[in-house]
């Protein structure tokens, strides 16, 4: 692929002059007046600076596809007339061709990474540091695959940067089959296994952020090919994976839901795998614009927030046990409030200098309405004002640019991928370490400790896949991960996968402005959608059209898909 291989080069030759970035401490880029590809790679803090960008810049723009696909394709969030919410997305929509080429510049920064490592590592950069470095940048390059085939389905294996470029072949790329790159996927993951430290600087990388992933590629390709069933050696290495991560990590669930996604728990224990983000336009691409497109109008001293007229879907609501046509907020369950804000909703991390913020007051005194017809609008991936910027983590935030971390996987996630392996192709389970780290997950949603919770009729005696698939949706909503439940739903129950997006309450209310500024329910006047419109689902719905811009520089994107050996890769 042309464009893809281009850019390919041109990353991988200019690696250390762009955003040299990581987590807090090695977010600061070093002085690189005098610095080139040859000369850079001398020591063990130039190495890791190296692959540092990987951590944010390559990303920047798969953030708003990040968020849709997972999001709103899957009915958990509404977004008014987005294609993404009728699954009517065509091959020029810009937020798929701008995730396209990110994810493709990702594999460019790793390929990039690999090769000057090996190539250009001066004779006093440590053995570890080579390692470790690499091993980072195969999880961020397995990172980039894993969405590319959820996403797409077959796409090319770009190995290597210099490789393509020398052998002339970058627009004449055939697709690999689906198999071939999850054995790709699962190749490279070994790979950083086998380098990467089992302790690692804090916020970056480690081994068990590896095997975290490992479980979760696996327990996604148990079900591809096999038609209403999974394969048992894929649920047992998903399984097997899941549980090094929850028994030798040394990780814990931090008490509090809401507070992971707070800046000060930018690099807490929870957190597997981010994208590390810094509140700076220089450059551009090391921050986290989520909130300008989540957030209401004002949220902000910027202006620089548009996102009230989207929100949490009915359907997700629903999940919950919540209702916008209600003036109290009664469901117990606290990752409700962490993930929606609602009538009755006051947040004191947010506008914390202003005692708080109350959703109702601000929609009803400070804009005059209603702006999201769900009756709800986002919390996760907002920071709140620049004073709540500064609270966080030291410093303020600038326009369209936060520091928050966008996790991508959370140890809560692995519980329950865990819990799911276990139970299988069985209609139940009652194994006990499977059911102690799933209601692991449902203590810290009701507020209590696991010791307390155990004996309550909140917990879980036996776990079934409907409660597993429901956790699952109530624990990572509006974090951009949904939509791959489907995909790997739909590998081998299609027909239940399509049916309950079709099921689902995806459209909005009429009315709800009136109800909240009267205190009084007239059904007449505050409804929701008598007529919702039913996307056609289709099974080739599970496959998003690549872009345009890819198609024109590689014609066989649109042929078959050729079997490749995955055995002639090595790292």
């Known amino acids: 692929m042309k464009r893809i291989n281009i850019l390919s080069k041109i990353l991988s030759m200019a690696l250390v002059v762009l955003g040299l970035l990581s987590c807090e401490e090695f977010l600061d880029r070093p002085t690189i007046d005098n610095y080139n590809v040859d000369n850079f790679y001398q020591t063990d803090e130039q190495c890791f600076q190296a692959v540092n960008p990987i951590y944010n810049s390559p990303w920047y723009d798969f953030q708003r596809g990040f968020f849709k696909i997972g ?68 999880v961020w390059k397995a990172m980039a695959y894993f969405y590319l085939v959820r996403i797409f389905g077959e796409v090319p294996i770009v190995h290597s940067n210099s490789a393509e470029i020398s052998e002339g072949d970058y627009n004449s790329k055939y697709k690999a089959t689906i198999p071939n790159i999850y054995d790709y996927i699962i190749m490279t993951l070994e790979q950083a296994i086998e380098w990467l430290p089992e302790k690692n600087e804090t916020g970056r990388i480690d081994r068990y952020s590896a095997y975290g992933l490992l479980s979760k590629v696996y327990l996604t390709k148990s079900g591809y090919g096999i038609d209403g069933s999974r394969n048992a050696d894929d649920l047992q290495k998903a399984a097997q994976y899941a549980l090094k991560v929850i028994d030798n990590s040394g990780r814990e669930l931090l008490p509090v839901y809401s507070d992971v996604f707070r800046l000060e728990n930018n690099d807490s224990q ?177 507020g209590m400790d696991y010791s307390e919770f155990v004996g309550t009729s909140l917990a879980a005696t036996s776990l079934s896949f409907d409660k597993i698939w429901k956790e699952r949706r109530l624990e990572l909503a509006c974090e951009g991960d949904r939509w791959y439940d489907y995909v790997r739903l739909h590998y081998y129950q299609p027909q239940e996968a399509i049916a309950e997006l079709k099921a689902q309450r995806r459209s909005s209310y009429t009315g709800l402005f009136s109800f909240y500024e009267s205190g009084t329910l007239d059904t007449d006047v505050t409804y929701y959608d008598k007529n919702p419109v039913i996307p056609n689902i289709t099974d080739d719905s599970f496959t998003l059209p690549f872009p345009d811009t890819d198609l024109t520089m590689n014609k066989h994107l649109m042929e078959p898909a050729v079997e490749h050996d995955i055995s002639e890769y090595s790292y």
Request: hydrophobic share 40%.
């Open 71 to 138: 999001e709103v394709l899957s009915g958990n969030f509404y977004w008014g007339a987005s294609p993404y919410m009728t699954f009517t997305i065509n091959s020029t929509d810009q937020d798929l061709v701008n995730m396209s080429a990110s994810l493709w510049a990702v594999n460019a920064y790793c390929n990039g990474t690999l090769e000057n490592i090996d190539l250009k590592a001066g004779p006093e950069v440590s053995e570890q540091t080579k390692l470790t470095v690499k091993g980072e940048a195969l």
């Open 270 to 446: 929870e957190s597997l795998l981010a994208w590390k983000w810094k509140a700076s336009r220089d450059p551009w691409t090391q921050n986290n614009s989520l909130q300008s497109d989540l957030a209401l109008p004002k949220f902000s001293e910027f202006a620089d927030t548009w996102g009230g007229y989207n929100g949490p879907s009915v359907d997700l609501q629903d999940a919950f046990n919540e209702s916008a046509l209600s003036l109290n907020r009664e469901n117990t369950d606290r990752r409700r409030k962490a993930t929606m804000m609602m009538y009755s909703d006051n947040y004191d991390y947010f506008w914390a200098d202003k005692g708080g913020f109350d959703w109702a007051d601000f929609c009803l005194n400070e804009l005059n309405e209603i702006q999201s017809p769900t009756g709800a609008n986002c919390v996760k991936h907002l920071v709140g004002n620049n004073n709540d910027h500064v609270l966080g983590i030291g410093y303020g935030m600038q326009g369209m640019a936060t520091s928050l971390s966008t996790h991508l996987l959370r140890l809560s996630d692995v519980y329950l991928i865990y819990a799911e392996a276990v139970l299988g192709n069985d209609a139940s389970s009652s194994d006990a370490k499977a059911l102690e780290v799933f209601n692991k997950v449902r203590a810290r949603a009701y």
